[in-house]
Every structure is written in structure tokens, then in C-alpha cells.
T-cell receptor, first 112, second 115 residues
Framework: GQSLEQPSEVTAVEGAIVQINCTYQ??????LSWYQQHDGGAPTFLSY????GLEETGRFSSFLSRSDSYGYLLLQELQMKDSASYFC?????????????FGPGTRLSVLP | NAGVTQTPKFQVLKTGQSMTLQCAQD?????MYWYRQDPGMGLRLIYY???????DKGEVPNGYNVSRLNKREFSLRLESAAPSQTSVYFC??????????????FGPGTRLTVT
């Protein structure tokens, strides 16, 4: 079956750098996405990796290693507003045709 | 642009009641999705519609039905609500299931409680 694993919680201080890891197991694989969700809010798209390597978007970067079935989201110059849950997600062909699978989420707390 | 809108925002149902969650998008997206999110968990796909006129089951379709009314609207129906369906429901859309489907735009969610 398909499954993704992420750490449940991460804590860091303002201005620091934090890395959120994601490992996945899928029957097919098109790429790894990352979403941010503030408490009570909707998920918002952050980044996507289809190929191995690093993608940078401002303070956020995302990395993928297809051979290791592993990726991470790197947040630099942390700000209080970055306190949120972060989800990795894959799209693959599962038992249900096109399948979109989200990880359980990592809750990031940024301390002053 | 409003993006993805959902109604209602909150709903309380008694076991056995039925209701329809409405979703609309104004981004001219082809693909639309319904997810549920339980406390402390990720999103699970209920149904999706790759394009107008087509719908397919996701990971957790039991107890739900969907209708892709037109390109803009995708509704989710609970025929006989059960307490296990207490959750937050998100509708999402993307350009195309084979293209930028990885970039999904989510509505604000419907918080449903079944007593």
C-alpha cells in the first residue's frame, strides 16, 4: 500500500533553520508535494519535486531523492508565522487509480 | 477571484440524517477533489473528478456520493450520516490531473459533527 512518514512535532527558535523529513512508500510515484496548514485553516501549496535535487522558493526549499524514497522541506530564517503543520503528499497510481496520499503532518512550533 | 468556496462552514447532524456539502471553484480548473481530515491526521481522499463528467473513488469513499455538476461545482453527499463521519471536509481543485495536479487549491473546509 501507500504510506508516508513524517515526524509528528518539531520545535525551533525564531531565525533558525529547520528540516522536516518525509519518507514514502508507494506503488507508483510522480512527485512529492509540500503543503502548509495553520490551525483552523486550509492547506496551502508550498513546493513540488518531481526529480531528484533541491527546489528553492524564497525561505523554503524542498529536496527529493527518488532512489531513497525520501524528501525534506527546509525552512530558513524562521518566523513566528511559520508555526503551522506541514504535510508531504505524493500522487501515484494506487488501488483507486489516481491516488493522492498525504502524510500525517509535522507540527512546527517556532519559539521567540 | 474567490478561489475555492465551500458551504456550509459548520454543520451538526444527527445519526441517519443526510446532507450535501457544496464546493465551487472559479479558476477554470479541470480536476476537483474531496478530502476529509480527522484530528491530528493528514488528509484522506474521498472522491475525485479528473474532469467534468467523470468521478472516481479515493481511499475512503464508503458512505459518500459525489456529483460533478459542471466544471465549477463538485458536491459531496452523505446519505445517512454516522458518528464516524465527524470530520473536517476539504474540497480542492487543480489544473489537470495529469498536469499540475500536485498543486491543489483548497477551500476553507466544512466542520461536520454527527451526534
Amino acid at each position: 500500500g501507500q504510506s508516508l512518514e513524517q515526524p509528528s512535532e518539531v520545535t525551533a527558535v525564531e531565525g533558525a533553520i529547520v528540516q522536516i523529513n518525509c519518507t514514502y512508500q508507494t506503488s507508483g510515484f510522480y512527485g512529492l508535494s509540500w503543503y502548509q496548514q495553520h490551525d483552523g485553516g486550509a492547506p496551502t501549496f508550498l513546493s513540488y519535486n518531481a526529480l531528484d535535487g533541491l527546489e528553492e522558493t524564497g525561505r523554503f526549499s524542498s529536496f527529493l531523492s527518488r532512489s531513497d524514497s525520501y524528501g525534506y522541506l527546509l525552512l530558513q530564517e524562521l518566523q513566528m508565522k511559520d508555526s503551522a503543520s506541514y504535510f508531504c503528499a505524493v500522487r501515484d497510481h494506487g488501488n483507486y487509480g489516481q491516488n493522492f496520499v498525504f502524510g500525517p503532518g509535522t507540527r512546527l512550533s517556532v519559539l521567540p | 477571484n474567490a478561489g475555492v468556496t465551500q458551504t456550509p462552514k459548520f454543520q451538526v447532524l444527527k445519526t441517519g440524517q443526510s446532507m450535501t456539502l457544496q464546493c465551487a471553484q472559479d479558476m477554470n480548473h479541470n480536476s476537483m477533489y474531496w478530502y476529509r481530515q480527522d484530528p491530528g491526521m493528514g488528509l484522506r481522499l474521498i472522491y475525485y473528478s479528473a474532469s467534468e463528467g467523470t468521478t472516481d473513488k479515493g481511499e475512503v469513499p464508503n458512505g459518500y456520493n459525489v456529483s460533478r455538476l459542471n466544471k465549477r461545482e463538485f458536491s459531496l453527499r452523505l446519505e445517512s450520516a454516522a458518528p464516524s463521519q465527524t470530520s473536517v471536509y476539504f474540497c480542492a481543485s487543480s489544473e489537470a490531473i495529469g498536469g499540475r495536479a500536485y498543486e491543489q487549491y483548497f477551500g476553507p473546509g466544512t466542520r461536520l459533527t454527527v451526534t
